[in-house]
């Protein structure tokens, strides 16, 4: 049910950030707006990606606007999802929050309250509402309801048929429904977030690329470019599978083309049944949205 009926998006995150907004408010308006900034971090208009005629240079008087990462979760919502459901930026004090997982683990597991908290984090009191009511990144804990509500939104998104096709193409010559999509989020822009993130993360990744098996192939998506060649000196070359790129990873987000890869690189992990992706990226979380949210997902 839309609470205003111009709803303008002005989120200016990356492009997993950017396709959360976009959709939430579709969901808040019935005419939803997107106002695409072109920023450092962002050099892609608009235009260069999709084929929806919805993008705006400013937002008009008397808009709604919409300039969160999260996806909206409406009042009418609330009695599918009870308070105190995230376990991903919620408002629980981080003690709190690791003696329950530590409590959960001791206990048996038997629930999936914890399944995709790998560590008690809390994100800005700004985007974080106090009864933990949010549904982001918590992947197939997130009730069928808003599955079916935002599911269809994502569905809506049209990219441009150029970038469609490239990624369809060499999704058709080189996956099969075997292959495991691998995200890597490195934060190699984030020293801190490098450290305290990513690095700790590796030995999962490892444990969970090694428990898929001997014979299993790896789609692998990074910010980064020493990724792929890291996992392919460990599984082999005929295992690790990229997009040949014409762009550096590293430097996607200093040119369209980088962001257009970026797009094919999302769009051939929303194909894949089963997803390793790393915490709190968007990007994968995004893919898995677009994959229509049935791919089996482990976080690291």
């Not at 691998?182 to 090694?210: C, N, S």
Request: hydrophobic share 45%.
């Amino acid at each position: 049910m839309a609470t205003n009926d111009l709803v303008v998006s002005t989120e200016t995150g990356g492009l997993g950030n950017r396709l959360k907004s976009w959709v939430s408010s579709m969901r808040l308006g019935g005419d939803a707006r997107v106002h695409w900034a072109q920023t450092t971090n962002m050099p892609a208009a608009f235009d260069d990606l999709f084929v929806n005629q919805c993008a705006v240079d400013a937002v008009p008087a008397g808009a709604t606007v919409y300039g969160s990462w999260r996806l909206a979760v409406l009042p009418q919502d609330e009695p599918y999802l009870p308070a105190g459901f995230a376990t991903v930026g919620a408002g629980a004090h981080p003690i709190v929050r690791g003696l329950g997982k530590a409590w959960w683990s001791l206990t048996g597991e038997r629930t999936d309250r914890y399944r995709f908290m790998v560590f008690p984090k809390q994100h800005s009191h700004r985007s974080t509402r106090a009864d933990a009511r949010h549904i982001d990144l918590e992947y197939e804990r997130i009730p069928q309801h808003f599955r079916d509500v935002y599911g269809e939104l994502f569905r809506r998104i049209v990219v441009r048929p150029e970038i469609a096709a490239a990624a369809a193409d060499w999704a058709a010559a080189n996956l099969d429904a075997d292959v495991v999509g691998v995200q890597v989020r490195t934060w190699r822009d984030d020293a801190r977030r490098h450290r305290k993130y990513h690095l700790p993360a590796l030995t999962r990744l490892t444990r969970l690329l090694d428990d898929a098996g001997a014979g299993a192939r790896f789609l692998v998506v990074s910010d980064s470019d020493d990724v792929a060649p890291m996992l392919a000196d460990r599984y082999g070359s005929r295992r690790v599978l990229c997009y040949p790129r014409t762009t550096s990873r590293a430097d996607s987000w200093l040119a369209p083309r980088g962001i257009t890869e970026d797009l094919i690189d999302m769009l051939l992990l929303a194909r894949t049944r089963r997803l390793l992706a790393s915490y709190l990226s968007t990007f994968s979380e995004v893919a898995w949205w677009l994959g229509g949210t049935t791919a089996r997902v482990s976080v690291f």
